[in-house]
Protein backbone atom coordinates (compact mmCIF):
# COMPACT_ATOMS: atom_id res chain seq x y z
CA UNK A 1 0.00 0.00 0.00
CA UNK A 2 0.79 3.64 -0.25
CA UNK A 3 0.34 6.68 1.62
CA UNK A 4 0.42 10.11 0.49
CA UNK A 5 -0.15 12.89 3.25
CA UNK A 6 -2.14 15.85 2.07
CA UNK A 7 -2.22 19.90 3.88
CA UNK A 8 -5.59 21.13 2.71
CA UNK A 9 -7.40 23.97 3.73
CA UNK A 10 -9.77 23.38 1.21
CA UNK A 11 -12.58 20.94 2.59
CA UNK A 12 -13.26 19.99 -1.01
CA UNK A 13 -10.03 18.34 -1.49
CA UNK A 14 -10.09 17.15 2.20
CA UNK A 15 -13.30 15.30 1.56
CA UNK A 16 -11.59 13.17 -1.17
CA UNK A 17 -9.08 11.59 1.60
CA UNK A 18 -9.96 8.09 3.35
CA UNK A 19 -8.61 10.05 6.62
CA UNK A 20 -8.66 13.09 8.05
CA UNK A 21 -7.05 14.87 10.87
CA UNK A 22 -8.39 18.37 12.05
CA UNK A 23 -5.65 20.75 13.74
CA UNK A 24 -6.14 24.01 16.26
CA UNK A 25 -3.36 25.62 17.36
CA UNK A 26 -0.88 22.59 16.64
CA UNK A 27 -2.92 19.75 18.68
CA UNK A 28 -4.89 16.58 16.50
CA UNK A 29 -8.73 17.97 17.76
CA UNK A 30 -10.20 15.37 15.67
CA UNK A 31 -9.09 12.09 13.09
CA UNK A 32 -11.36 9.77 11.56
CA UNK A 33 -13.19 9.22 8.21
CA UNK A 34 -14.48 12.37 6.19
CA UNK A 35 -18.17 10.35 6.65
CA UNK A 36 -17.60 9.48 10.45
CA UNK A 37 -16.75 13.40 11.28
CA UNK A 38 -19.77 14.78 9.48
CA UNK A 39 -21.89 12.39 11.29
CA UNK A 40 -20.58 13.01 14.55
CA UNK A 41 -20.69 16.52 14.35
CA UNK A 42 -24.63 16.31 12.75
CA UNK A 43 -23.75 18.13 9.51
CA UNK A 44 -23.46 16.98 6.00
CA UNK A 45 -20.54 19.91 5.03
CA UNK A 46 -17.20 19.35 6.34
CA UNK A 47 -16.20 22.78 6.53
CA UNK A 48 -19.27 23.17 9.08
CA UNK A 49 -18.27 19.97 10.48
CA UNK A 50 -14.60 21.51 10.89
CA UNK A 51 -16.09 24.18 12.82
CA UNK A 52 -18.18 22.55 15.33
CA UNK A 53 -15.29 20.20 16.27
CA UNK A 54 -12.83 22.90 16.87
CA UNK A 55 -15.36 24.70 18.48
CA UNK A 56 -16.20 22.42 20.98
CA UNK A 57 -12.11 21.78 21.64
CA UNK A 58 -12.10 25.43 22.72
CA UNK A 59 -11.56 26.21 26.54
CA UNK A 60 -14.71 27.10 28.29
CA UNK A 61 -12.71 30.13 29.40
CA UNK A 62 -12.35 31.10 25.82
CA UNK A 63 -15.82 30.18 24.97
CA UNK A 64 -17.15 32.43 27.64
CA UNK A 65 -14.89 35.14 27.27
CA UNK A 66 -16.16 35.61 23.46
CA UNK A 67 -19.93 36.40 24.93
CA UNK A 68 -18.06 39.49 26.25
CA UNK A 69 -18.75 42.92 25.17
CA UNK A 70 -15.55 44.00 26.19
CA UNK A 71 -13.51 40.97 25.46
CA UNK A 72 -11.75 41.48 21.64
CA UNK A 73 -10.37 38.38 19.48
Not at 23 to 40: C, K, N, Q, W
Request: charged share 30%; glycine share 4%; net charge negative.
Amino acid sequence: GTTLLVSSHVMDEASQCDKLLFMREGRIVADDTPTALRAATGTEDLEEAFLRVIRSAEPEATRHAATLPEVAR
